[in-house]
């Protein structure tokens, strides 16, 4: 792997800059059916899917200063997964937190370090004041996470992927990190 470029980090965890030399640590995450059965369709990607949604990521990350960051665990120094901000679907002006972690990496509290790491880069560094965050109903350990992060439950629409999500707000005086 190419030099890390942290955008910002805990003692466990380093949020990246997304570089095409993640791909095939990323493709290996994502191409398991449990992680990803509650993604986008809930099937999982294929190597080209996910170059296709690095090389976006770096011209996000390059346009807006955000972007779902690599996740490296600093001890190990393996590539566990994505988490971050982006305008929410790729679209939108709402700015959406999100994080996807390999199935290996699941109840070490992590996805909650994301979150948190990410509101507080939103907020305390680009300035944000309002972040939205979405999941599926069924997805009951990333509500949990978004709760822990410091997010609100505000109900269930289907304004932002065109499926029901259960869409969670929070704002700069919320960020518990
Ligand atoms: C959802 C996901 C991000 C959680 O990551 P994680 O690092 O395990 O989360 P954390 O350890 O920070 O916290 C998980 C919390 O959910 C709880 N939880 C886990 N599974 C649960 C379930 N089935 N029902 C209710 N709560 C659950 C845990 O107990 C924990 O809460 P606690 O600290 O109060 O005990 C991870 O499983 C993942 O990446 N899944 C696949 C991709 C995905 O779904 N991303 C989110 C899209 S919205």
């Known amino acids: 792997m190419d030099a890390l470029s942290i955008i910002t980090e805990?003692?466990?965890?380093?949020?990246?800059?997304?570089?095409?030399?993640?791909i095939d640590s990323l493709a290996?995450?994502?191409s398991d059916l449990e992680t990803?059965?509650?993604?986008?369709?809930?099937?999982?990607?294929?190597?080209?899917?996910?170059?296709?949604?690095?090389?976006?990521a770096i011209k996000v990350q390059a346009e807006r200063g955000m972007t779902f960051w690599t996740v490296v665990e600093k001890a190990?120094?393996?590539?566990i997964g994505q988490g971050g901000l982006?305008?929410?679907?790729?679209?939108?002006?709402e700015i959406e937190l999100g994080y996807r972690l390999g199935k290996a990496h699941w109840g070490k509290g992590y996805a909650t370090?994301?979150?948190?790491?990410?509101?507080a880069y939103g907020f305390g560094v680009l300035g944000l004041t309002d972040?939205?965050?979405v999941c599926y109903p069924e997805n009951l350990a990333s509500r949990r996470v978004l709760i822990k992060a410091g997010?609100?439950?505000?109900?269930?629409?289907?304004?932002?992927?065109?499926?029901?999500?259960?869409?969670?707000?929070?704002?700069?005086?919320d960020c518990v990190r």
């Open 151 to 173: 997010f609100t439950e505000v109900g269930e629409s289907d304004a932002y992927y065109g499926v029901p999500t259960i869409v969670h707000r929070m704002n700069t005086n």
């Open 131 to 133: 972040l939205v965050a």
């Open 76 to 79: 190990s120094g393996v590539i």
């Open 86 to 93: 982006v305008p929410i679907a790729f679209v939108g002006d």
């Open 36 to 56: 990803m059965r509650y993604l986008g369709g809930g099937g999982v990607w294929t190597h080209e899917q996910v170059t296709e949604r690095i090389e976006r």
């Open 10 to 22: 805990t003692d466990r965890l380093a949020l990246c800059a997304p570089q095409m030399c993640h």
């Open 28 to 30: 290996s995450l994502w």
């Open 113 to 119: 370090e994301i979150a948190g790491l990410s509101a």
